[in-house]
């Protein structure tokens, strides 16, 4: 059974439009959520992780701005906006329990690709 | 700077042989190393992590920690084609689990 369901899996962006990816967790034993970014170059990268229902973080990074909101106990949201032109960009969300031995399991990702 | 380094960027090896995969930190307050592999079009899979010094034996894999020197290696024997992915090293400090810093990657290719 899948940990994590993340929608959509691909999405043409216009440029200077946001997009609002989802993630849905399966298995409420592993409420750490956290959104990860992967490059075309395929570096990953640790964007934020939100634990309880109306935690919102904000981060700007070179070639996007990011909002997360964690929803519900089951649901974390990104909004992914102001991406750079051209760019294509890969954001998957993880789930693990919190502390420092447990493994992240990750959803199989949202690729992004701006006009 | 990289925080975590990997090498080398590619790696072919026939099947049945021996796939060896490095890692080294420059941060000392990672404490928690993993290894993960991604699939194309997949996300990636804990493969097996290691928390102390020496070697630890997963069937046909086997990771190795030097924490004096901040290096990790993974080992994979009997190699099949389906061991062909992209190979993470990752690694998070005491206060922060959920926060994997991931190194660039080693592609391994299981060629017959």
């Known amino acids: 059974v899948t940990l994590l369901e993340q929608n959509p899996r691909w999405r043409l962006v216009p440029r200077g439009q946001a997009v609002n990816l989802r993630c849905i967790l399966k298995n409420s034993q592993y409420p750490w959520m956290s959104w990860y970014q992967q490059d075309l170059q395929k570096q990953l990268q640790w964007l934020f992780t939100l634990r309880s229902p109306g935690d919102k973080e904000v981060k700007s990074l070179p070639g996007a701005d990011y909002l997360a909101t964690r929803v519900t106990d089951t649901e974390l949201r990104l909004q992914v906006a102001n991406m750079s032109q051209g760019r294509t960009l890969y954001c998957t969300c993880?789930?693990?329990?919190?502390?420092?031995?447990?493994?992240?399991?990750f959803g199989e990702g949202s690729k992004l690709t701006v006009l | 700077q990289q925080k975590v380094q990997q090498s080398p960027e590619s790696l072919s090896v026939p099947e049945g042989g021996m796939a060896s995969l490095n890692c080294t930190s420059s941060?000392?307050?990672?404490?928690y190393f993993w290894w993960y592999r991604q699939h194309s079009g997949e996300g990636p899979k804990a493969l097996m992590?290691?928390?102390?010094?020496g070697d630890k034996k997963e069937g046909r894999f086997t990771a190795h920690l030097n924490k004096a020197s901040l290096h990790v290696s993974l080992h994979i024997r009997d190699s099949q084609p389906s061991d062909s992915a992209l190979y993470f090293c990752?690694?998070?400090?005491?206060?922060?689990?959920?926060?994997?810093?991931f190194g660039q990657g080693t592609i391994l290719k299981v060629y017959l």
């Open positions: 992590s290691i928390f102390s010094d």
């Open positions: 941060d000392r307050n990672f404490q």
């Open positions: 990752a690694a998070s400090g005491t206060s922060s689990g959920q926060k994997l810093v």
């Open positions: 993880s789930a693990g329990t919190g502390g420092n031995t447990g493994q992240l399991y």
